[in-house]
């Protein structure tokens, strides 16, 4: 499972920052862990022809079920009025060796 590096916003509610790459290969890994979180952006960052499922809410991420990213794509998921951010574990899982996700989240 890749290291997730967070480090803390100067915020006065507490909120966790985050801003970083992340390698997904063919095996389901979480790319980010249960939290309470504002908003959520991923995009597929891989320089090949990976595609990436991201999952939310799933023990493990399971390929072309869930949210299907060609390179370039973008996933986001904010706060709205009557609405809150996915607060959950997501997973995700390339379809071939190598993908790359950033992701930003606070």
Same mark, same amino acid.
């Given at each position: *499972?890749?290291?997730?590096?967070i480090?803390t @916003?100067?915020?006065?509610?507490? *909120?966790?920052?985050?801003?970083?790459k992340?390698?997904?290969?063919? =095996?389901?890994?979480?790319i #980010?862990? #249960?939290? /309470?979180r504002?908003?959520?952006?991923?995009?597929?960052?891989?320089?090949?022809?990976?595609r990436?499922?991201?999952? *939310?809410?799933? /023990?493990? #991420?399971?390929e +072309?079920?869930?949210?299907?990213?060609?390179?370039?794509?973008?996933f986001? +998921?904010s706060? =709205?009025?009557g609405y809150? @951010?996915w607060?959950?574990?997501?997973? #995700?899982i390339?379809?071939? =060796?190598?993908?790359?996700?950033s992701?930003?989240?606070?």
């Open positions: *499972m890749p290291e997730l590096r480090s @916003c100067d915020e006065d509610d507490g *909120m966790i920052s985050r801003n970083e992340v390698t997904v290969g063919t =095996s389901s890994v979480q #980010a862990p #249960a939290r /309470k504002r908003v959520i952006l991923i995009r597929n960052t891989s320089t090949g022809t990976q990436i499922t991201v999952c *939310m809410g799933f /023990k493990e #991420a399971v +072309d079920e869930g949210i299907v990213l060609e390179p370039g794509e973008l986001s +998921d706060n =709205s009025e809150e @951010c607060q959950g574990v997501i997973t #995700a390339s379809d071939s =060796s190598g993908g790359q996700l992701i930003f989240e606070r």
